[in-house]
């Protein structure tokens, strides 16, 4: 056996493969995409890790960081609020170490992320909360993770506060990308989420050389990249300091995806939209300069994000594009699906939903009978605060429980999730049963609380 493993890449267990200085991830030289003259722009591929993403490195360090500390032993669950990779991470640390996952997630999380993570093992909680977990949400999974870590045998490692996030790439990849680049790294270069990876880098590569710069990459707002923050969404994450980094730009969707694209296409590169984004970034900042050596972190690559790739280029994805039989594929969104998105955005109208005012007034009898109403959040959820007087009936389970809807089909019914788009669907779905007197509540219960409206359990009894 060679006296250095990763010689010859024999290892005793899958952990081992865990990249450090030693046993690097690729550092590759970008051409054809990249405009400049002069300045050297290197992609870091992360899905060289282990279990596909950068943020292994993050799992492993958690998890060895919990065990040191004592707050992780045998016979733990593990709870983490996720996008997705670093669940896919922990799960699989998780298995090798004998630690089960319950990770509370967004349903916007592409569905690839959510069912490999289910493959995995993993106890997924599906939940009505925006792609990326926002901290201070009621009802995000973030607030639903710490609920759970209150639980006997529950541990929470909280990659979005615990510096042993930003501490896995102190040790390991700002390491690597030193010793990779012999030192002369000018820029390091990464996409912005809970910001470990930029605050790690960065740390250890200042402290090796003051005058590295070091620059992050933002998405706009309303993007549609997991695992990275726009702007608004940064001011709520813990481990951004923005005062350590040399610059900040934001970028488009469509900047991301289309050099995402090319990456691949005229690169030989796998990389996903996140990488995109990053070199997009990169491609902003970093001057073309003699002497420039630019690292860029590729996060992850392209094949969890197929549902991505068929949303921002349609003509790629016949079967969804095709429309009616007989209609003939193409870029445009079929008549199917327009009638559809129309449908669901009709029901903004305001005979098809109800403002909190108007639902509370209605609630208290001011308007003649009292409408039922429908809360469609899973129940942990609904458990945990609701209308009072409303009944659950979980979205992926109306269907086979649509007994328990009134018999009377004029019955007044009102419609509720947590900001009100989950709603919608059922609406229309309780219509297609004949009921002609349904609507949806807009913004949903957080606008319900927002507007300081009664709940079960009282929201200041919850907080006490
Ligand atoms: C695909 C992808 N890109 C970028 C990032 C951002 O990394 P960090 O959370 O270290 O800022 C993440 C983090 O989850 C990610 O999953």
Redesign the pocket.
Known sequence: MASNPHELRVYDSVLGLLSSEENPTPLVRLHRVVPFRHAKIYAKLEWYNPFG???DR?AANLVRDAEERGTLAPGNKLVEA?????GLGLAMIGNAKGYPLRTPLSAAIPLEKRTVLRFFGTDVQELDDSLCPAPGAPEGAIATARETAKQPGFVLLD?YTNEA?PDA?FRTTGPEIWRQTEGKITHFV?????????TGNGRFLKSKNPAVKVLGVYPEDGHD????RSKRQLAQTK?YFPQEYNGEVEVTNREAFDLCLRLNREESVIA????GM?LAGALKLVPDEPGVIAVV?F??NIFKYASSVCRHFPQMCPALAGGMPGEAAGAAPSRNEQLMDEMIENLKNPYDSVAVTDLARELNGADGPKPLVVDVRPAEQFADLHIPGAVNLPQSELSQRKGELPPDRNAPIVMVCGIGKFSKPTTLYLKSLGYRNVRSLKGGINEWVRKQQPTAPAVAAKVN
């Open positions: 993403a950068v943020k993050v996720t996008s997705g990779n670093t990659q996030n790439h990464a996409g912005l989420g809970t910001c470990g990876t930029i990249i997991p695992g990275v481990l996903g939209p996140s990488s990053a972190i996060p992850d």
